[in-house]
């Protein structure tokens, strides 16, 4: 008897869940609602949201609206975003997660001080260059702030000056602090280190959780958008404590060949995947 255990700790995260919550709340008042890029870097989710009504645009089609409605999702926005759309009278409906608007608002805070004071600080975010969030962090301090992806980039860092270092909600906690250590060590004794540990737990509490998961199945299928910066860190802690773990966007690329001789098969996501589409994984393989 084969079991398909479905990861209960896996699926959207309180951000995500609100975002697409009012996406359907105001999809069901019959109106024209948009939203400023995807909603959740699922595609299949997407494509269900849009086949309820709901309009994904760009930036540049944002700028051309006036006299709208427009969900901005979790990810957040910048300060340009809000102005532009109190000049072309666009209704936001503001999804940000409380997670990070909370840190939109300390980045800020540190940037005004800073100018304030006249001191030249380097603001530092540990993120992916061009995501949403990260966008949405940099624009609170009019563009100024720095991007490092990996410890390899903290070591480009001008250690003279005084730096101020936060995260991007969903980074590894691991790597975050590999980062603080070396930055420790190389700071110059006159300038200012701070950092600011702004990871959501939501996210950085799956992991030990995931690979406990992982271990306990021969054969886990890793249900995630290929677009999520969240899915592919979870997807490693699946690989390294078991290396037969698979990344599948949907049912439909279920290799079945994996499935001879297995008896234990864990299906987990990334908290850009809804449950329902790994409950769609876990019925075409107890079809087989």
Not at 125 to 148: D, P, R, S, Y
Request: proline residues 3%.
């Amino acid at each position: 008897m084969r079991k398909v255990e479905i990861d209960k700790g896996s699926g959207f995260c309180f951000g995500v869940t609100t975002a697409i919550s009012k996406a359907e709340e105001e999809l069901a008042k019959g109106e024209t609602l948009y939203c400023l890029g995807d909603i959740v870097h699922n595609g299949q989710e997407c494509e269900r949201l849009e086949q309820l009504g709901l309009i994904s645009i760009d930036h540049q089609q944002f700028s051309e609206l006036k006299n709208a409605k427009v969900l901005l999702r979790a990810h957040g926005e910048p300060p340009s975003t809000y102005r532009l759309a109190e000049e072309n009278h666009i209704t936001l409906i503001d999804a940000t997660c409380p997670v990070v608007l909370r840190l939109q608002k300390r980045i800020k805070q540190e940037f005004d001080t800073a100018n304030a004071e006249g001191r030249e600080k380097q603001i530092v975010i540990f993120g992916k260059n061009g995501h949403a969030e990260v966008l949405g962090l940099v624009g609170q301090t009019n563009g100024t702030a720095i991007v490092i992806e990996n410890l390899d980039e903290a070591r480009s860092l001008d250690f003279s000056k005084d730096i101020f270092l936060y995260s991007q909600t969903t980074k590894s906690l691991d790597e975050f602090r590999q980062i603080v250590t070396y930055i420790q060590e190389h700071i110059a004794p006159d300038a200012t280190f701070k950092y600011y540990d702004t990871i959501c737990r939501q996210v950085a509490n799956r992991m030990p959780d995931i690979q406990d998961f992982a271990a306990s199945h021969e054969l886990i299928f890793f249900v995630c958008g290929h677009k999520s910066s969240n899915g592919k860190i979870l997807f490693q802690e699946c690989k390294k404590v078991n290396p037969n773990s698979y990344q599948i966007d949907g049912p439909e690329e279920i290799d079945r060949s994996l499935l001879e001789g297995v008896k234990s098969i864990g299906i987990c996501g990334a908290t850009s995947t809804p449950k329902w589409l790994m409950e769609a994984c876990q019925k075409a393989i107890m079809e087989e």
